[in-house]
Antibody, heavy 121, light 107 residues
Framework: EVQLVEFGGGLAQPGGSLRLSCAAS????????MHWVRQAPGKGLVWVAQ????????NYADSVEGRFTISRDNTKNTLHLQMDSLRAEDTALYYC??????????????WGQGTLVTVSS | DIQMTQSPSSLSASVGDRVTITCRAS??????LNWYQQKPGKAPRLLIY???KLQSGVPSRFSGSESGTDFTLTISSLQPEDFATYYC?????????FGPGTKVDIK
């Protein structure tokens, strides 16, 4: 059974930092593109960041570029999101997501349950 | 980045209705279009990938189609468990952008 379990969310002050993690099991983690997707309360899905299977290729949404860093540890099947210089608008539920990339089809098939980040003074 | 739009933003329908949701890409994305369903308090669930292909376990009342840069999700006969928000996503290029969502609620 595939499981993606996020943790590390919580309350942070504006300008503060948080580090999210996602523990993956039941999938070929080291072969998968992984993503963070967030959802502000009552709002839609917003892609945040992605990382290639070997960790050498990363990309970010403009809104978090320079403040967030995605990384992975393939020896521990773990995905991370280091969030610095947090703003109120970063308040959201953050999902860890696996992307299928096979036979020229690409889609997000497994999602974690999300971890809530609240940025407030 | 490719921008995705959806219409309508919300709709009210009754059980048994045929429901159609449209998604449009800002440029050609071939058939690299996916649909997700999200219920309150739950993570999104993949319904359809590559425009037409039904994810395993998804009921056959869900279907997808395309016409150029316009894509459609159809629910042939709406069931009580289908009341949810639906998102499209392009997977033609990175980043994999989402549409703003369409909320389907009970009339």
């Amino acid at each position: 059974e595939v499981q993606l379990v996020e943790f590390g969310g919580g309350l942070a002050q504006p300008g503060g930092s948080l580090r999210l993690s996602c523990a993956a099991s039941g999938l070929t983690f080291s072969e998968d593109w992984m993503h963070w997707v967030r959802q502000a309360p009552g709002k839609g899905l917003v892609w945040v960041a992605q990382i290639s299977p070997d960790g050498t290729d990363t990309n970010y949404a403009d809104s978090v570029e320079g403040r967030f860093t995605i990384s992975r540890d393939n020896t521990k099947n773990t995905l991370h999101l280091q969030m610095d210089s947090l703003r109120a608008e970063d308040t959201a539920l953050y999902y860890c997501v696996r992307e299928v990339t096979a036979m020229r089809t690409y889609y997000f098939d497994y999602w974690g349950q999300g971890t809530l980040v609240t940025v407030s003074s | 980045d490719i921008q995705m739009t959806q219409s309508p933003s919300s709709l009210s329908a009754s059980v048994g209705d045929r429901v159609t949701i449209t998604c449009r890409a800002s440029q050609s994305i071939s058939t690299y279009l996916n649909w997700y369903q999200q219920k309150p308090g739950k993570a999104p669930r993949l319904l359809i990938y590559a425009t037409f292909k039904l994810q395993s376990g998804v009921p056959s009342r869900f279907s997808g189609s395309e016409s150029g840069t316009d894509f459609t999700l159809t629910i042939s006969s709406l069931q009580p468990e289908d009341f949810a928000t639906y998102y499209c996503q392009q997977s033609y290029s990175r980043p994999r952008t989402f549409g703003p969502g369409t909320k389907v609620d009970i009339k």
